[in-house]
């Protein structure tokens, strides 16, 4: 079977051009002494701009390509900063690199991610990957589909991101490359333990063998990648009465510095056979070993929520903003941290599939796959101050001074803490308010009560299972305007399990402070960025696997970790039915392809329901089922107004599943003596099992004009009706027989009132996109080499919760740009890359690693490369030798969130400097 698959056709006065040539060569050919004509290959960047517009044109659906020329060639140093380049994409960056991706304003959670056309799992709480956990060096290149097809194994209302390894036997030649890269940070390490350089290093392999019916692609990949930060955190701000006025003034900080290693160690395999022209089957393998250390030191001070007190004759106001922008506080104790968090993560994705050709028209397939994914988080928190407890110890004078914008402040203290005399380990302020902690050490009812926590340990984990079957078939047809169907069903069986616990940690020589021994003593960390000078850092880790700790679980008397402890199970069973037509309409060629797609769903949720008796956690396990169905119907339309121009149509119905923690049955249970609202005694809050995917049908409108084999422009307009969308709400909950925990008697009504997330409410989005890659040779043939692409993308949306409040979509920027100015001839290459968005919702980590929203503020990165590909340079030994250096955030763009609607209401601002690399890659 052959797939009719377009080329570059030339337009008409490139036509002509190579009319006129061809006549021309056939007179000189019939000359003695012709010259004949030398062919120009164009590769690097530039081929893979040529292979991702190729993709774009021959797509059956609206798409994005990313096409790298071989293995580790990839425009990018990380796919994610790869894929955000892409009209309409952006990403959201995760201390300092870009990890999760939203697609036409909607978050990760509202797209899928497939790999080699299979759903995957991931490594945080919910479905949104973070792709900082694949290395886009073993990569051979990404589609986005913007508008679904019924054949595609994956569902999201955004849409679907395909990474694809290299098939061996299409390359069809031996290759053996060495990619290595020294990689540096523009701060030095801000931790005397931290470091500032790294490496990357990539080796693949691909060859033929059998008479070029066996293939095989090797690759493996290393890279140990520094990190640094200076961040300003705030508390939050209070009001503060300041001459009969209120302003807004600093209720506290924690600012830090972080130093961090990325190590991931990756391995790919594929193995390809093809032992007649009938039959096809590929084997894919993919490992990855995934370490993210994370070295945080600094001061958390406490000031118009301290201890301290603030005169407001010290306070500088300025009414413009409504901001105390300056203040004292005296008699402030503070909290010196000494932190450590380990994110480590092992992935394993295996596949393999099958074709083969029954008939000359006829095709089966058959496709089997299994992923997981076991996460690991081991993050603690070490306290150092003057004295044990609120109110002992030596206490400070503290003023701050807010930087421009409120993005951070300068303070003014008068105590030395970097003096190891003064400042030494143990709680000094009374934070451990836990009854099983005061019990464990007996001081209930003492001055020592709630002093026991002098740190605190999180451990959540999280395991990721998912298993794929497919089996499908394509037959050629003629049948009125159909010249080819697709059908088939399909099996998912995904579990993902997550486990909360926290510990308090308390010193072994309670309730005495203890002074840093001279082991653990790694000198000093500079707070000069915030003015407080230097602190003490120390080896924390090695004191808590040395004894220095004892640990008590926080789960026996908060509730959290119980409600963050479930288990979701999903049973997905799919049949597609597909036609793909080719017809004229007003004699244009019309082609594309109309769909259904059947989605049952059966789903199930594990957990806890929990309450407290006496201060103490009781729970009883949970298991609840639930299961629902969906009709998706999907149409592309392609006409081909002529050889170069091209209108795309696309209608689809689109479902993204809910969101993991909000669909889990862990819930805390509490009854009340008297009836609520709904005249109900319990009442629930917590994961919601019965929550369904939201919805929408969309539409996508198109233009497209590839007017060379570098270049084309688009305009785009999609339009999205969101239905079933989730919000908080509350619902009923059976709980026929259940007794009241004080009394043993089964109330008069067993109904419950539960509280979460609830379907319900929704509205519409709609934007445009302008895309261009435009090579400048068509200009003048003295400016080969030089090009641009750019997009702009315009989004708005009208969403609403059941109780008509207006809602903003998280992941969505107004306003999305790109911008790439290239120059590659002769072996020399340049690119110069910028991407922008606007401001957005997105998701961080909380407290207890929880996922928080949080409004960030638009950011605008800018990165370079230069580089030399000696394959021109006529060298002997040198022909597959090329150089090149990296700039990554040039600029120093912040990160920065905010705690309220107010842009001085700085949550967090933080800056990581620029990441410059050196490498060169050597193909044999």
Do not use: C
């Given at each position: 079977m052959s797939s009719n698959n377009k080329r570059f056709r030339p337009a008409l006065l490139s036509a002509a051009i190579a009319a006129t040539a061809t006549a021309s060569f056939g007179a000189l050919a019939q000359e003695e002494g012709a010259k004949s004509l030398e062919e120009v290959t164009v590769t690097g960047f530039r081929k893979s701009v040529m292979d991702s517009i190729d993709t774009k044109r021959d797509a059956k659906a609206v798409v994005e390509a990313i096409s790298a020329e071989d293995i580790g060639k990839l425009p990018d140093?990380?796919?994610?900063?790869?894929?955000?380049?892409?009209?309409?994409?952006?990403?959201?960056?995760?201390?300092?690199?870009?990890?999760?991706?939203?697609?036409?304003?909607?978050?990760?959670?509202?797209?899928?991610?497939?790999?080699?056309?299979?759903?995957?799992?991931?490594?945080?709480?919910?479905?949104?990957?973070?792709?900082?956990?694949?290395?886009?060096?073993?990569?051979?290149?990404?589609?986005?589909?913007?508008?679904?097809?019924?054949?595609?194994?994956?569902?999201?209302?955004?849409?679907?991101?395909?990474?694809?390894?290299?098939?061996?036997?299409?390359?069809?030649?031996?290759?053996?490359?060495?990619?290595?890269?020294?990689?540096?940070?523009?701060?030095?390490?801000?931790?005397?333990?931290?470091?500032?350089?790294?490496?990357?290093?990539?080796?693949?392999?691909?060859?033929?063998?059998?008479?070029?019916?066996?293939?095989?692609?090797?690759?493996?990949?290393?890279?140990?990648?520094?990190?640094?930060?200076?961040?300003?955190?705030?508390?939050?701000?209070?009001?503060?009465?300041?001459?009969?006025?209120?302003?807004?003034?600093?209720?506290?900080?924690?600012?830090?510095?972080?130093?961090?290693?990325?190590?991931?160690?990756?391995?790919?395999?594929?193995?390809?056979?093809?032992?007649?022209?009938?039959?096809?089957?590929?084997?894919?393998?993919?490992?990855?070993?995934?370490?993210?250390?994370?070295?945080?030191?600094?001061?958390?001070?406490?000031?118009?929520?301290?201890?301290?007190?603030?005169?407001?004759?010290?306070?500088?106001?300025?009414?413009?903003?409504?901001?105390?922008?300056?203040?004292?506080?005296?008699?402030?104790?503070?909290?010196?941290?000494?932190?450590?968090?380990?994110?480590?993560?092992?992935?394993?994705?295996?596949?393999?599939?099958?074709?083969?050709?029954?008939?000359?028209?006829?095709?089966?397939?058959?496709?089997?796959?299994?992923?997981?994914?076991?996460?690991?988080?081991?993050?603690?928190?070490?306290?150092?101050?003057?004295?044990?407890?609120?109110?002992?110890?030596?206490?400070?004078?503290?003023?701050y001074t807010f930087d421009g914008g409120n993005t951070g402040a300068k303070f003014e203290h008068g105590l030395d803490y970097s003096d190891w005399n003064l400042i030494q380990m143990g709680g000094p302020l009374t934070w451990g308010w836990s009854s099983a902690l005061n019990e464990q050490y007996g001081i209930t009812g003492t001055p020592l009560e709630n002093t026991a926590q002098d740190g605190f340990l999180n451990t959540p984990e999280i395991d990721d299972e998912l298993t794929s079957l497919k089996l499908a078939a394509s037959q050629m047809v003629e049948v009125g305007i159909v010249n080819e169907v697709s059908y088939g069903i399909s099996y998912r069986d995904r579990e993902k399990t997550k486990k909360s616990e926290g510990y308090f940690m308390t010193l072994a020589n309670f309730p005495e402070m203890l002074e840093v021994p001279e082991q653990y003593r790694l000198g000093t960390a500079s707070l000069d960025f915030i003015g407080m000078g230097d602190m003490i850092a120390y080896d924390a880790a090695a004191m808590l696997n040395d004894g220095y700790y004892n640990l008590l679980a926080e789960s026996l008397t908060n509730l959290s970790h119980l409600t963050k402890s479930w288990s979701v199970g999903e049973e997905v069973t799919s049949a597609f039915a597909q036609a793909n037509f080719e017809t004229q309409v007003a004699g244009l060629p019309l082609s594309g392809n109309a769909g259904m797609r059947y989605v049952y769903t059966e789903q199930n949720s594990q957990g806890f329901a929990g309450n407290t008796v006496d201060g103490l956690v009781v729970a009883d396990p949970t298991d609840i089922s639930h299961d629902y169905s969906h009709f998706l119907p999907s149409l592309n339309l392609a006409l081909e107004l002529d050889d170069q121009q091209t209108l795309r149509f696309g209608a689809a119905k689109t479902i993204s599943r809910a969101r993991l923690d909000e669909m889990n049955a862990s819930v805390e249970v509490s009854y009340s003596q008297q009836p609520d609202s709904n005249g109900n005694y319990w009442s629930i809050s917590g994961g919601n099992p019965e929550l369904e995917p939201k919805e929408a049908v969309g539409v996508d409108l198109s233009y497209e004009n590839y007017f060379s084999e570098e270049g084309y422009f688009s305009v785009a307009l999609f339009w999205k009706d969101l239905d079933q969308w989730t919000f908080d709400g509350n619902y009923e909950v059976d709980l026929t027989g259940v007794a009241d925990p004080a009394t043993g008697e089964v109330p008069p009504n067993s109904t419950a009132t539960g509280y979460g997330k609830v379907n319900g409410g929704g509205g519409t989005l709609h934007g445009y996109e302008l895309s261009v890659a435009l090579p400048f040779n068509m200009f003048s043939e003295s400016l080969d080499g030089f090009g641009v692409l750019a997009s702009h993308t315009g989004l708005e949306s009208d969403i609403q919760d059941p109780n008509g409040n207006d809602y903003e979509l998280p992941g969505l920027s107004e306003s999305i740009q790109s911008l790439t100015a290239y120059y590659e001839n002769y072996g020399f290459s340049a690119r110069a890359s910028m991407r922008k968005r606007d401001d957005f919702k997105g998701e961080v980590y909380g407290v207890g690693f929880a996922t928080e929203q949080v409004d960030v503020v638009g950011e605008t990165i800018v990165d370079i490369q230069l580089g030399y590909d000696f394959a021109d340079a006529g060298i002997s030994g040198l022909e597959g030798l090329s150089v090149y250096l990296q700039g990554q955030n040039l600029t120093d763009e912040p990160f920065t969130t905010l705690s309220g609607d107010n842009a001085l209401q700085v949550r967090d601002y933080q800056s990581y400097g620029s990441i410059y690399l050196l490498g060169f890659s050597y193909e044999l």
């Amino acid at each position: 079977m052959s797939s009719n698959n377009k080329r570059f056709r030339p337009a008409l006065l490139s036509a002509a051009i190579a009319a006129t040539a061809t006549a021309s060569f056939g007179a000189l050919a019939q000359e003695e002494g012709a010259k004949s004509l030398e062919e120009v290959t164009v590769t690097g960047f530039r081929k893979s701009v040529m292979d991702s517009i190729d993709t774009k044109r021959d797509a059956k659906a609206v798409v994005e390509a990313i096409s790298a020329e071989d293995i580790g060639k990839l425009p990018d140093s990380s796919i994610a900063e790869s894929i955000a380049r892409l009209p309409g994409l952006a990403a959201q960056r995760l201390d300092g690199r870009a990890s999760r991706v939203s697609i036409r304003g909607f978050g990760e959670n509202e797209s899928a991610t497939t790999f080699n056309g299979r759903e995957q799992v991931s490594i945080g709480d919910n479905r949104g990957v973070e792709f900082d956990l694949y290395p886009s060096e073993i990569m051979s290149g990404v589609t986005v589909y913007k508008t679904p097809k019924a054949s595609i194994e994956a569902e999201g209302i955004a849409g679907v991101i395909d990474m694809q390894t290299v098939k061996p036997l299409e390359r069809g030649e031996r290759v053996i490359k060495v990619n290595t890269q020294y990689e540096m940070t523009s701060f030095d390490k801000l931790n005397p333990d931290g470091e500032d350089d790294g490496h990357r290093a990539t080796f693949s392999y691909i060859d033929q063998f059998a008479d070029d019916t066996i293939g095989v692609a090797f690759a493996y990949n290393t890279m140990s990648s520094p990190n640094q930060e200076e961040r300003w955190n705030s508390w939050g701000y209070p009001e503060f009465t300041y001459e009969g006025e209120n302003y807004s003034i600093l209720g506290g900080a924690k600012p830090f510095v972080r130093s961090s290693v990325l190590d991931r160690d990756s391995t790919m395999l594929v193995v390809e056979a093809q032992p007649n022209d009938k039959l096809n089957m590929t084997f894919d393998a993919l490992y990855v070993d995934f370490s993210d250390e994370k070295i945080l030191r600094g001061i958390e001070i406490p000031f118009a929520w301290g201890q301290g007190s603030i005169d407001p004759a010290t306070a500088t106001v300025d009414p413009a903003t409504g901001f105390v922008t300056g203040a004292t506080t005296q008699g402030q104790r503070v909290v010196v941290r000494n932190d450590l968090e380990t994110r480590a993560a092992k992935l394993k994705s295996f596949g393999f599939n099958t074709k083969y050709d029954l008939t000359d028209s006829l095709q089966i397939e058959f496709d089997a796959s299994h992923s997981e994914v076991e996460r690991d988080i081991w993050s603690f928190e070490s306290y150092a101050g003057t004295g044990r407890g609120d109110g002992q110890g030596a206490a400070d004078d503290l003023s701050y001074t807010f930087d421009g914008g409120n993005t951070g402040a300068k303070f003014e203290h008068g105590l030395d803490y970097s003096d190891w005399n003064l400042i030494q380990m143990g709680g000094p302020l009374t934070w451990g308010w836990s009854s099983a902690l005061n019990e464990q050490y007996g001081i209930t009812g003492t001055p020592l009560e709630n002093t026991a926590q002098d740190g605190f340990l999180n451990t959540p984990e999280i395991d990721d299972e998912l298993t794929s079957l497919k089996l499908a078939a394509s037959q050629m047809v003629e049948v009125g305007i159909v010249n080819e169907v697709s059908y088939g069903i399909s099996y998912r069986d995904r579990e993902k399990t997550k486990k909360s616990e926290g510990y308090f940690m308390t010193l072994a020589n309670f309730p005495e402070m203890l002074e840093v021994p001279e082991q653990y003593r790694l000198g000093t960390a500079s707070l000069d960025f915030i003015g407080m000078g230097d602190m003490i850092a120390y080896d924390a880790a090695a004191m808590l696997n040395d004894g220095y700790y004892n640990l008590l679980a926080e789960s026996l008397t908060n509730l959290s970790h119980l409600t963050k402890s479930w288990s979701v199970g999903e049973e997905v069973t799919s049949a597609f039915a597909q036609a793909n037509f080719e017809t004229q309409v007003a004699g244009l060629p019309l082609s594309g392809n109309a769909g259904m797609r059947y989605v049952y769903t059966e789903q199930n949720s594990q957990g806890f329901a929990g309450n407290t008796v006496d201060g103490l956690v009781v729970a009883d396990p949970t298991d609840i089922s639930h299961d629902y169905s969906h009709f998706l119907p999907s149409l592309n339309l392609a006409l081909e107004l002529d050889d170069q121009q091209t209108l795309r149509f696309g209608a689809a119905k689109t479902i993204s599943r809910a969101r993991l923690d909000e669909m889990n049955a862990s819930v805390e249970v509490s009854y009340s003596q008297q009836p609520d609202s709904n005249g109900n005694y319990w009442s629930i809050s917590g994961g919601n099992p019965e929550l369904e995917p939201k919805e929408a049908v969309g539409v996508d409108l198109s233009y497209e004009n590839y007017f060379s084999e570098e270049g084309y422009f688009s305009v785009a307009l999609f339009w999205k009706d969101l239905d079933q969308w989730t919000f908080d709400g509350n619902y009923e909950v059976d709980l026929t027989g259940v007794a009241d925990p004080a009394t043993g008697e089964v109330p008069p009504n067993s109904t419950a009132t539960g509280y979460g997330k609830v379907n319900g409410g929704g509205g519409t989005l709609h934007g445009y996109e302008l895309s261009v890659a435009l090579p400048f040779n068509m200009f003048s043939e003295s400016l080969d080499g030089f090009g641009v692409l750019a997009s702009h993308t315009g989004l708005e949306s009208d969403i609403q919760d059941p109780n008509g409040n207006d809602y903003e979509l998280p992941g969505l920027s107004e306003s999305i740009q790109s911008l790439t100015a290239y120059y590659e001839n002769y072996g020399f290459s340049a690119r110069a890359s910028m991407r922008k968005r606007d401001d957005f919702k997105g998701e961080v980590y909380g407290v207890g690693f929880a996922t928080e929203q949080v409004d960030v503020v638009g950011e605008t990165i800018v990165d370079i490369q230069l580089g030399y590909d000696f394959a021109d340079a006529g060298i002997s030994g040198l022909e597959g030798l090329s150089v090149y250096l990296q700039g990554q955030n040039l600029t120093d763009e912040p990160f920065t969130t905010l705690s309220g609607d107010n842009a001085l209401q700085v949550r967090d601002y933080q800056s990581y400097g620029s990441i410059y690399l050196l490498g060169f890659s050597y193909e044999l």
